[in-house]
């Protein structure tokens, strides 16, 4: 992505899946490692329920409880997810740049790999949710061919005031091995007299990782080249001039 002075990112996500899930006793040691990197940790849990069918009654209750955690920096902007599938560095706007994500990103992979050593991953992506705000005085539907490259093909019947509106796309890239996966939605605007929609590119490796460090950051690197390529050629010129205004 061009150096943007107002990017369109409102989060950004490095995720890393191991092949094994992690214990409990694992996720805590090393939620508690974090702990001293960010400002504030949040102790969650997921349920599973059951429902016991009794005659005419039923009766709810818990099957499974799941722990995990997640820890955000002072102002909330960015944040570490311990799950038991899940290892993930986030940033939230105002994004200050690929570097500082992966930074915090490196920083925590290497204090998870002196607290449980290292893990062999099964998946790892880079996820960036974009929003584009298009300056509109009305709220008749705007013309979206120019401002994305992106758009449901609808037949003239059905060319109507849409009430929903939403694109998804996943392509294998031939020449990386890479998983693109696009989602382009139209959202309830944020600001006055826009229309508002969100582009969200996750970019994926799931077979052949590599275990070795440098490895594994050749290919976060390229992830990101190529999630770049995507979201540049998903834009049109005239949106390129909101991110710069």
Request: charge should be neutral.
């Amino acid at each position: 992505m061009t150096n943007y002075s107002k990017p369109p990112i409102i989060e950004a996500i490095i995720e890393f899946v191991p092949a094994e899930g992690f214990s409990d006793r694992e996720m805590q040691r090393l939620a508690k490692k974090l702990e001293s990197k960010y400002d504030r940790l949040e102790d969650l849990a997921d349920y599973d329920v059951q429902i016991r069918v009794h005659g005419n009654s039923a009766t709810p209750g818990i099957a499974a409880r799941r722990e995990w955690y997640r820890l955000f920096s002072a102002d909330g902007a960015d944040a570490a997810i311990v799950n038991r599938k899940s290892f993930v560095a986030s940033r939230l706007a105002p994004y200050k740049g690929w570097s500082s994500l992966l930074g915090n990103f490196e920083r925590n992979l290497n204090l998870f790999e002196k607290t449980i050593g290292f893990r062999k991953w099964e998946r790892i992506g880079v996820r960036y949710i974009n929003r584009i705000d298009v300056p509109s005085q009305t709220d008749e539907r705007i013309n979206i061919k120019e401002y994305l490259n992106i758009y449901p093909a609808v037949p003239p019947l059905l060319d109507r005031n849409w009430t929903a509106e939403a694109t998804r796309l996943e392509i294998k890239d031939t020449d990386t091995g890479l998983l693109i996966v696009v989602n382009c939605l139209r959202i309830d605007p944020v600001l006055l007299n826009h229309q508002s929609f969100i582009l969200d590119i996750d970019i994926v490796v799931n077979h052949d990782i590599p275990l070795k460090r440098e490895l594994l950051m050749e290919k976060l690197a390229a992830i990101q080249k190529l999630k770049n390529e995507v979201f540049e050629n998903l834009i049109t010129e005239k949106t390129r001039t909101f991110f710069n205004a």
